[in-house]
């Protein structure tokens, strides 16, 4: 098969979601469907369970499921389907901002009952901001929720988003009678069967047809058929550039937990969803169908077995081929490396693969070569824009608490900062390290692999900081930029790539600095 059709038959996509809306139920579903796995239950959450915060035990068996699902891979109509996991928990979000610069597109899953809720507000923020195509899926008919109206505007109002529904419930919650596809213009009848694999449908290419009224009932059809009517004069209709470009999101009704609607919206999905984009590198853009091969590090994996120092380096394709022990070069080290054994990811297994393409995840197995970010070429020297960091909510002084262990201090924060699991910073008074997390329970993940994989303990100290602002030296004005330097010398700090932090103390703080010194650019992610 030439590159191109290779290309042309993979989707890469992520499903995001609020913890308990149903993303875990859904990917399971979808394997399902593709045949992948043969029954419910194999696809282990990688959330973590209320409550279990402190329990260390619960972190490294959710660390385990979360390699197993990171990527899971299936072929539905000849279709290469990649799915990129992106945990729910708020603590780890900046783990699913990260996965989100992977994915060519993704599934937004909200619970009818509960709407548009906090994690998926900020998720959908940053595929808004992407330009990311976006599909709605709502979850949970089976159960008693908002009307379908309300809903869909509530999706536009808190989302900011153009809805175009692509299916509508009949009747909700106790009444709910099932699906009328307006894409496919088909009905499908909700029978409750959770072990049902696939729902029957039923095609009716005419809304107005009796046969609907002898299906559902007079009353039901009526209302269906102005509702649906309504849709049409309310929304837009599907067009797929509008899609592709952001601006429109298609929305689908189902319940993931019994197999109901699911497949519709795969179907429309293997259709409208795209092929692998073209990526923005700091020289220029790279398309998927460039013979050259190239691609980015978003996500490392590591020391999942203390006995091995082995991370695995997750590598998404962006263009080419990659081949298995080809020398490819690592931009940032300016270094020529070969990898005998990168693996492709399936639902249950994970296999040595001699070539990849566009769309793909490979890990790599490295011994400390790789952060994230970093690029892979073909020798071309470029970097890959776009995976930021971004301000980290909670800041504290790391020390060492084993003198005679400090150089395993140092390797181990390096390497879980590498990693991703939180930033660093080095305060340019005094040279201590302040580590920067996005939720508290990542300190005791720190404290306890330091200990667990590097034999270093560490101990903490609380550092009042209110937001880490990144200063853009190029375009501040010099003269100004001296002085603010000057006076807030005891609040600056160096990141792990050496760029200017500001640490403002209170919102306040943050105000009077921006309005005293407005000629000083500060950027609330690392990246601008
Ligand atoms: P998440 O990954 O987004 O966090 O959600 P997950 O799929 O784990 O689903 C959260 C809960 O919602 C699960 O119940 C799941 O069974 C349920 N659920 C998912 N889809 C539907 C649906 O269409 N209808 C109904 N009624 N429930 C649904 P749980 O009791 O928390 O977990 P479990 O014990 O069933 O695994």
Known sequence: MSLQSEIDRRRTFGI???????????????????????????????????????????????????????????????????????????????????????????????????????????????????????????????????????????????????????????????????????????????????????????????????????????????????????????????????????????????????????????????????????????TRLVEANEKEFSGFVFKIHANMDPKHRDRLAFIKIVSGTFNRNSPYLHVRNNKKMKFSSPNAFFAERKEIVDVSYPGDIVGLHDTGNFKIGDTLTQGEIMQYKGIPSFSPEHFRYINNADPMKSKQLGKGIDQLMDEGVAQLFVLELNGRKVIGTVGALQFEVIQYRLEHEYGAKCSYENLNVFKACWVDIKHSDKTELEEFKRVKSRFLAKDKRGQLVFFADSSFTLQMTQSKYSKVELHFVSEF
């Not at 509508?168 to 709910?176: A, H, K, L, N, R």
Request: aromatic letters at 8%; hydrophobic letters at 40%; charged letters at 25%.
């Open 16 to 282: 995001i979601s609020h913890p308990d809306a149903g993303k875990t139920t859904l990917t399971e579903k979808l394997l399902l469907f593709g045949g992948a796995i043969q029954e419910a239950g194999a696809v282990k959450s990688n959330k973590i369970k209320k409550g279990a915060t402190s329990d260390f035990m619960e972190i490294e068996r959710q660390r385990g499921i979360s390699v197993a699902t990171s990527v899971l891979a299936f072929e539905y109509q000849g279709i290469k389907i990649n799915i990129l996991d992106t945990p729910g928990h708020k603590d780890f979000a900046e783990d699913t901002f990260r996965t989100l610069t992977a994915v060519d597109s993704v599934i937004v899953v909200i619970d009818v009952a509960k709407g548009v809720e906090e994690q998926t507000v900020k998720l959908v923020e940053v595929c808004r901001m992407r330009n990311i195509p976006m599909i709605v899926f709502i979850n949970k008919l089976d159960r008693e929720g908002k009307d379908a109206f309300e809903l869909l505007d509530e999706i536009e109002q808190k989302l900011g988003l153009t809805v175009t529904p692509m299916s509508f419930p009949i009747g909700m919650g106790y009444d709910f009678k099932g699906i009328y596809n307006i894409w496919e213009k088909n009905v499908n009848l909700f029978s409750g069967d959770s072990l049902k694999n696939i729902e029957e449908t039923i095609n009716i290419e005419d809304i107005n047809t009796t046969e609907l009224n002898d299906l559902i009932g007079e009353e039901t059809a009526e209302t269906l058929r102005e509702e649906v009517e309504l849709v049409t004069e309310v929304y837009p209709t599907f067009n797929q550039e509008e899609y592709l470009n952001g601006n429109l999101q298609p929305v689908f009704f189902g319940s993931a937990l019994n197999n109901f609607g699911v497949r519709e919206l795969l179907d429309c999905f293997v259709e409208i969803a795209p092929t692998p984009r073209p990526k923005e590198s700091d």
